[in-house]
């Protein structure tokens, strides 16, 4: 039993040890670590643009915005608009 416990401290003390990698060795300033370990730059900030839905303009992936929440179709109905 106490060598079964000195084999698993052993392998709990060389697996902690063990010190991760580091993303940013050797590609220098201005880059990063990309997939298979080459060196990629780096991008600026992420523009993220907010703004309000205009109501009854059709947006990509989306549908038709009412105001309220987004609709596949929209028809034309008693001089104005409904949305199905």
Known sequence: MKKLLLIALAVSAAVTSIAPAEAGQGCGPGFHRGPNNGCRP?????VVAI???????????RGYWDGNR???HRDRWHGGWRYR
Do not use: E, L, T
């Open 42 to 46: 780096n991008r600026g900030p992420a």
């Open 51 to 61: 703004g309000v839905p205009r109501i009854g303009v059709f947006y990509h992936g």
């Open 70 to 72: 987004y609709w596949g």
